[in-house]
């Protein structure tokens, strides 16, 4: 079943949560599609998304650098883990379809899971809830 935007990942930081849609809804566009060995669309959506991640993934460490945030190096690690099956992509050419479903869905399960755990670790930092 496709991995879809809900209220649930939202952090309350504009910034971030537009960006978490944006790439949520780019998968959703690979995850819907049906099974087409060498689809050239395909490929372009998941450069795109590599692209949107990474152009995330540095706009949100800097928020948490300009933020102090003190679980900042935690949080960098699991882009880090996340950076490595990203450097994956780059490999997939010639993959068939239904391989690069399979590894978007991966990156997706870890993404909404990170959302859903660090980032709104960073969200109750941010907003005062946390202890
Ligand atoms: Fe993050």
Not at 47 to 67: G, K
Request: hydrophobic share 35%; net charge negative.
């Amino acid at each position: 079943m496709p991995i879809k935007w809900s209220e649930k990942l939202r952090t309350g930081i504009q910034s971030i949560d537009d960006e978490h849609w944006k790439i949520i809804e780019i998968s959703q566009k690979i995850q819907c599609r049906p099974g087409i060995e060498n689809d050239v669309d395909v490929r372009h959506l998941i450069d795109e998304f590599n692209t949107a991640y990474r152009s995330h993934l540095i706009n949100e460490e800097f928020i948490m650098r300009e933020l102090n945030y003190p679980e900042f190096g935690a949080h960098a690690d699991e882009h880090e883990a996340l950076l490595c099956i990203l450097n994956k992509i780059p490999q997939m050419s010639g993959s068939s379809h239904e391989e690069c479903q399979k590894l978007c869905f991966l990156i997706l399960q870890w993404i909404t899971s990170h959302i859903e755990g660090a980032e709104m670790k960073f969200a109750d930092f941010v907003w005062g809830r946390s202890g």
